[in-house]
């Protein structure tokens, strides 16, 4: 299924320009701060510690978004909320008419893994979008309450990021009907897209080392249930 330019357009209203180059430093100093946690935490700092290195971006990721949207910086509402299933947690990201969540995949245009919640989500927001053919596609368009999409990305190994995209899944198949490539975006722009700073401020490392202590001690409380 192509790109539908009202769905686009619909997308590019919930992700405007002016958030790309602030989304973009988000997501990198989110990246960097689980980086220079990991190396500097002995009881991460090892093979099982770095075999979950990429829970960990994620944590850092979600954390940095939520606190750029509470500071202003970012022009969303978002919230960490539980999974519809599983005793996970995810950042929710609220916009103009969209809901999205973030995700890692292996490059800018593929999938991400099955997840059981994001597929849920999927099929309930995106169903109404497929009806009859006879159907106005308009009309489809503005019936739908949110457009569900997902904020894809990947850290390089040297820590930058490689890809950072929005993208509108179809409801029934892997195929994009929206999708926007954000680091490609700022380029054309003519801007650069930010880098992090190489030390992370402290405090941010530290409110990022209690959240996943947090995060790590209601796991062990579930599992002793």
Not at 135 to 140: C, N, Q, R, T, W
Request: charged share 25%; proline share 6%; with cysteine.
């Amino acid at each position: 299924m192509p790109i539908i330019p009202e769905i686009q357009e619909r997308l590019l209203l919930a992700f405007p320009r002016s958030a790309y180059i602030a989304l973009s430093r988000a997501v990198q100093e989110g990246s960097y701060l689980a980086d220079h946690l990991i190396n500097g935490e002995s009881f991460l700092n090892n093979v099982i510690g770095r075999d979950i290195r990429g829970h960990i971006r994620r944590v850092g990721i979600s954390t940095q978004i939520d606190l750029y949207c509470q500071r202003g910086d970012l022009p969303f509402i978002t919230e960490m909320k539980p999974m519809p299933r599983g005793p996970w947690h995810w950042l929710e990201i609220r916009s103009t008419g969209a809901v999205a969540h973030v995700c890692r995949t292996d490059d800018s245009e593929s999938f991400p893994d099955e997840a059981e919640s994001r597929q849920d989500i999927r099929l309930v927001l995106q169903a109404n979008l497929f009806r009859p053919a006879t159907a106005e596609l308009g009309k489809i368009i503005q019936d739908v309450p949110q457009l569900y999409a997902w904020v894809t990305f990947r850290v390089a190994h040297d820590g930058r990021l490689s890809h950072l995209c929005c993208c509108s899944p179809a409801a029934d198949r892997d195929e994009w009907i929206a999708y926007i490539n954000i680091l490609d975006e700022i380029s054309k722009s003519g801007a650069t897209v930010p880098s992090a700073t190489v030390v992370p401020d402290p405090k941010e490392k530290l409110r990022l080392k209690d959240h996943i202590a947090m995060a790590l001690e209601k796991s062990g409380d579930k599992e002793k249930k």
